[in-house]
Nanobody
Framework: QVRLVESGGGLVQAGGSLRLSCAAS????????MGWFRQAPGKEREFGAG????????VYADSVKGRFTISRDNAKNTVYLQMNSLKPEDTAVYYC?????????????????WGQGTQVTVSS
C-alpha cells in the first residue's frame, strides 16, 4: 500500500532547470529520511541527494552540489528536487526513495520504498 510517485521530469536544454516532485502515500512520511537517486543508460544507480525526517539535514553528491536542492513538505507528504544549471550528463531516470536511517542516506540498500522513476533528458 506504500506508494511513491515521481513527477516533473521532461526534456530541457543545457543550462535550464526542472523541479521534480515525489508524492508519498501509505506511510508516515515524517518518520522517513528521503533520497533521490538517478540511473543513466549503461550506468549503475547513483545517489544524488538526501534529506532527514524534518528537513534539518541534507547531503549531496559532489556531481550535483551547488546545482541541485532537495527539500520536503511533511504536511503535503512530498519531497522535491530543484535542479538548476542542468548538464547533458544529468540525463537519467530519477527515483525517489524512503528509508529509516539518515546516517546511511547515500546507501541504496537502506531504503525500504522506491518510486517508479521519472525521465530527465538534457540536450546540449
Amino acid at each position: 500500500q506504500v506508494r511513491l510517485v515521481e513527477s516533473g521530469g521532461g526534456l530541457v536544454q543545457a543550462g535550464g532547470s526542472l523541479r521534480l516532485s515525489c508524492a508519498a502515500s501509505g506511510l508516515t512520511f515524517s518518520n522517513y529520511a528521503m533520497g533521490w537517486f538517478r540511473q543513466a543508460p549503461g550506468k549503475e544507480r547513483e545517489f544524488g541527494a538526501g534529506i532527514s525526517w524534518n528537513g534539518g539535514s541534507t547531503v549531496y553528491a559532489d556531481s550535483v552540489k551547488g546545482r541541485f536542492t532537495i527539500s520536503r513538505d511533511n504536511a503535503k507528504n512530498t519531497v522535491y528536487l530543484q535542479m538548476n544549471s542542468l548538464k547533458p550528463e544529468d540525463t537519467a531516470v530519477y527515483y525517489c526513495a524512503a528509508g529509516a536511517t539518515f546516517e546511511r542516506v547515500t546507501n541504496y540498500q537502506m531504503y525500504s520504498y522506491w518510486g517508479q522513476g521519472t525521465q530527465v533528458t538534457v540536450s546540449s
